[in-house]
T-cell receptor, first 113, second 114 residues
Framework: EAAVTQSPRNKVAVTGGKVTLSCNQT?????MYWYRQDTGHGLRLIHY???????EKGDIPDGYKASRPSQENFSLILELATPSQTSVYFC????????????FGPGTRLTVL | GEQVEQRPPHLSVREGDSAVITCTYT??????FFWYKQEPGASLQLLMK?????EINEGQGFTVLLNKKDKRLSLNLTAAHPGDSAAYFC?????????????FGKGTKLSVKS
C-alpha cells in the first residue's frame, strides 16, 4: 500500500538551532508538500515540489527551506528555529494532473524552546 | 477574503442528530473537491472526493452537496455517532493547472455526545 512516512515524529529544538524534518513516500508521486497545522489556521502550505531537484514557495515560506533530492524524499529545513515555528508539520504527496488528491504522512510535532 | 471559508469552527451534537459543515470557495473553475477527516492526534484521511459533475455524493454515512452556482460545498451527516467525533477539513484546488495546490478550510471540530 502506498505510504508517506515522516521522521522524526516528535522533536524538541532550541531557539536558534537547525532542524531538519524528513519525508519519504513510496507512492511514486511527482508532487510533494509541506504544511504546518496550528489551531485556528487549519493547514498552511510552506513549500512544495514538482519533482526531484525542484522546490517552490508555498503560502508561508519565510523561515523555512526545502530540499527534494530524489522522487521519494522531501525535507523541510529550519536553519534558525524560533518558538513561533512550534507546530505540527505534515508532509503529503500527490500526482501531477489528475484529481489533485493528496496523501498525508503521520505528522511531526515540533516544539522550539 | 479567504479563498476557502469553512463554517462552523466548532460543532457539538448528540448521538443520532444531524450535522452540517459548509465551505464556500472563490474559484469558479474548481472541479474537484475533498473532505478530509482528522481524528485527535492523527493525520488527515480522505473522507470523500467530489467531482463537480455530480451534485450529490454519498459515502461512509455522509452526504456531500455541491452548489456550483453559489460555490458552496456542504458535508451532511444525518445520524451522528461518537465515532464521528473528529476535525473535518474541506480542500479545494485553486489556481487551476495540472499542478494546482489544494487550499484547505480552517476546519470544523465535531463533537458527538452519547
Amino acid at each position: 500500500e502506498a505510504a508517506v512516512t515522516q521522521s522524526p515524529r516528535n522533536k524538541v529544538a532550541v531557539t536558534g538551532g537547525k532542524v531538519t524534518l524528513s519525508c519519504n513516500q513510496t507512492n511514486n508521486h511527482n508532487n510533494m508538500y509541506w504544511y504546518r497545522q496550528d489551531t485556528g489556521h487549519g493547514l498552511r502550505l510552506i513549500h512544495y515540489s514538482y519533482g526531484a531537484g525542484s522546490t517552490e514557495k508555498g503560502d508561508i515560506p519565510d523561515g523555512y527551506k526545502a530540499s527534494r533530492p530524489s522522487q521519494e524524499n522531501f525535507s523541510l529545513i529550519l536553519e534558525l528555529a524560533t518558538p513561533s515555528q512550534t507546530s505540527v508539520y505534515f508532509c503529503a504527496s500527490g500526482v501531477t494532473g489528475g484529481d489533485y488528491e493528496q496523501y498525508f504522512g503521520p505528522g511531526t510535532r515540533l516544539t522550539v524552546l | 477574503g479567504e479563498q476557502v471559508e469553512q463554517r462552523p469552527p466548532h460543532l457539538s451534537v448528540r448521538e443520532g442528530d444531524s450535522a452540517v459543515i459548509t465551505c464556500t470557495y472563490t474559484d469558479p473553475n474548481s472541479y474537484y473537491f475533498f473532505w478530509y477527516k482528522q481524528e485527535p492526534g492523527a493525520s488527515l484521511q480522505l473522507l470523500m472526493k467530489v467531482f463537480s459533475s455530480t451534485e450529490i455524493n454519498e459515502g461512509q454515512g455522509f452526504t456531500v452537496l455541491l452548489n456550483k452556482k453559489d460555490k458552496r460545498l456542504s458535508l451532511n451527516l444525518t445520524a451522528a455517532h461518537p465515532g464521528d467525533s473528529a476535525a473535518y477539513f474541506c480542500a479545494v484546488p485553486l489556481s487551476g493547472g495540472s499542478n494546482a495546490k489544494l487550499t484547505f478550510g480552517k476546519g470544523t471540530k465535531l463533537s458527538v455526545k452519547s
